[in-house]
C-alpha cells in the first residue's frame, strides 16, 4: 500500500517507517504535524493514512481533526488513527459516521507488530478495526447519553443549571417555579439517572459530572 505517515515524534515516525517498509509498503509521505499530513494526502493520493492524535502546534487533537477532514475530503483513503488514549468527543464524532476504511488503535497495540500490520492491511483494504479500550470508553460514553435522553425538558434545564453552579433557590428563581419543585426535579433526575442513594454519595455532584462526561 501507499501510504502517508503523520507522527510528530521523530524517533516513533522513523521506526514506523522502517516497520511499514520491511512489511512491503510504500511511505510515500513522513510528516510531524496536521496541516503537512493533510497535503501529503492531496499531492500523493494514498491507500492509507496512519495519524497520530496529538501533533503541533497545540499537541491536543489536531491529528484527529485532520482524520475528519480526510474522511470528508478523500473518502477513499484508509485512516488508521494511532493514540495514547481515547479523545471521546472527536472519537465519537470519526466512528459516528461510515466506518469502511477506518481503525482506532491505542499506541501500545504498535508493540504487537504482528496485530498492528493486521489492523494496517485490515483498514487499507477497506475493513474497520477499533480498539477494544476506544469501544469500551464510547459505550460507556453512549450509555451517559442515553441516560440523560431520559431526562424530562424541564429536569434537563435543571441539571444545566446545576452543572453552572447555581444554587437550588437560584435555579427556582431563574425557572419561575418553587424551590420544592426544583428539589423535586433533582430527586428525579438522580433516579433516571441511576445515581447511587445511600449516604456516601452526593447526588447532585454525581449528577452534575454524569452531565459533563457526557
Known amino acids: 500500500m501507499?501510504?502517508?505517515?503523520?507522527?510528530?515524534?521523530?524517533?516513533l515516525r522513523e521506526g514506523l517507517v522502517h516497520l511499514l517498509?520491511?512489511?512491503?509498503?510504500?511511505?510515500?509521505?513522513a510528516v510531524g504535524d496536521g496541516e503537512a499530513l493533510l497535503e501529503a494526502v492531496a499531492s500523493?493520493?494514498?491507500d492509507l493514512a496512519v495519524v497520530d492524535v496529538?501533533?503541533?502546534?497545540?499537541?491536543?487533537?489536531?491529528g484527529l481533526r485532520a482524520a475528519l477532514t480526510i474522511r470528508e475530503r478523500w473518502p477513499g483513503v484508509g485512516v488508521l488513527v494511532l493514540s495514547q488514549y481515547v479523545e471521546k468527543t472527536h472519537a465519537a464524532t470519526l466512528l459516528g459516521g461510515a466506518t469502511e476504511g477506518l481503525g482506532y488503535l491505542l499506541k501500545d497495540r504498535v508493540s504487537e507488530v504482528a496485530e498492528f500490520l493486521g489492523v494496517l492491511e485490515r483498514v487499507g483494504a477497506g475493513g474497520a478495526a477499533f480498539d477494544p479500550e476506544v469501544v469500551r470508553q464510547l459505550l460507556a460514553r453512549t450509555?451517559?447519553?442515553?441516560?440523560?435522553a431520559r431526562l424530562s425538558p424541564r429536569e434537563r434545564q435543571v441539571?444545566?443549571?446545576l452543572a453552572q453552579g447555581y444554587a437550588?433557590?437560584?435555579v427556582a428563581d431563574r425557572i419561575h417555579v418553587s424551590l420544592s419543585t426544583v428539589e423535586k426535579h433533582i430527586a428525579?433526575?438522580?433516579?433516571?439517572?441511576?445515581l447511587p442513594s445511600d449516604a456516601g454519595y452526593n447526588r447532585r455532584v454525581l449528577a452534575i459530572l454524569r452531565y459533563l462526561d457526557a
Open 2 to 11: 501507499r501510504i502517508v505517515l503523520a507522527e510528530d515524534s521523530v524517533l
Open 21 to 29: 517498509a520491511d512489511a512491503g509498503h510504500d511511505v510515500v509521505a
Open 44 to 46: 500523493q493520493n494514498p
Open 54 to 62: 496529538r501533533m503541533p502546534p497545540a499537541q491536543t487533537d489536531e
Open 143 to 148: 450509555s451517559h447519553l442515553d441516560a440523560l
Open 159 to 161: 441539571l444545566e443549571h
Open 168 to 170: 437550588n433557590q437560584a
Open 188 to 194: 428525579s433526575l438522580s433516579d433516571k439517572l441511576d
